[in-house]
């Protein structure tokens, strides 16, 4: 799969997403901060969320659409993504600047009508968010862009996401990727579960990566290590800002030192690799204590200590007790065939 100038998948490096999400608090000018501090810490790209409050839910104040658990709990639904959403006339200017700089910049829809306006913004790829993985018109209307697709699962069955598959392949999509995420914010380590990647590389045989909500970097960091390909994670310039959801995102240089971190796992992970042949030993039978012509070698004469170059360690058992010098050595020798004999 290919994004702009990235391309994703095997032997290739993990693509590193920002998402803006709600974090740029209403402020055009912390939105373009986060555009270049997201260039500065190693990005790959930068993602926001294209919807308004009303093409996500409905201004009505029934318990409904009232939120009654959870990190955004106590306020009505409409007024949590009316102070969440990325103003629409932004994003020509953002995707701009993203271009001017050279990092991507795509967008999660929610609707048609976001799509409909991506596309006017030549959108490189699309998101689907795990709560809309359950909206089959949704993503068939995202396949028909012919676009890149990154599907995140969230609380998804195996059932589910087989349905988005069935979606994609009717559509004929062959660049599209899955999402291990746990909708949960911020996300506990245990909940994760990133023994999950591979399972559904193997059982869905496409590029799988993390949306991570934990807090820290450990997680996404390990999630390489086990196949991910692809790192989406929630990008805030100050923590301390109030926006819905700066409280579990990184900071520029955590984000930063995540970048640099997954590229370090990169370069540890390699290949299955045994050396070809053995290397010089390290250690050998050595003489402990000065030893006479004819003396017994025993566990008070010889040890196995390092450095390297006598006899090796192996033949310990089998040179106690059995065999005897066939001259005088001194402590420190390093201990050769031709110094002893089977008594």
Known sequence: MQINKSLIGDNHPTFIIAEMSANHGHDINKAIDLVYAAKESGADAIKLQTYTADTLTLNHKSKDFYINKGPW????????????????????????????????????PFDPTAI?????????????????????????????????????????TISQINEVLKCLKQENVKDFALLK???????????????TIPHMKKTFKCIVGLSDHTMGIGVPVASVAFGAQIIEKHFVMDRSD?????????????????????????????????????S????????????????LMSIKNIKSLRPGGGIEPKYFDQIIDKYSASRDMLKGTLLQWDMVKLK
């Open 280 to 295: 010089e030993p390290k250690r050998c039978l050595i003489v402990t204590n000065n030893i006479i012509k004819g003396e």
């Open 73 to 108: 709990s106590g306020q009505y639904m409409h007024d949590l993504y009316k102070e969440a959403y990325t103003p629409w006339e932004w994003h020509g200017q953002l995707f701009e600047l993203a271009d001017k700089i050279g990092i991507s910049i795509f967008s999660s």
């Open 116 to 156: 409909d306006f991506l596309e006017e913004l030549e959108c490189p790829a699309y998101k689907i968010a795990s709560p809309e993985v359950i909206d089959i018109p949704l993503i068939r209307r995202v396949a028909q862009t012919k676009k890149p697709i990154i599907i995140s699962t969230g609380s998804a």
């Open 242 to 278: 109030k926006t819905a959801d700066s409280f579990f995102s990184s900071t520029p240089e955590e984000f930063k030192l995540l970048v640099d971190s997954v590229r370090t796992v990169e370069k540890a992970i390699g290949r299955v690799n045994y050396p070809l042949t053995e």
């Open 181 to 195: 995420c746990t909708s949960e914010y911020p996300a506990p380590p245990e909940d994760i579960h990133l023994k």
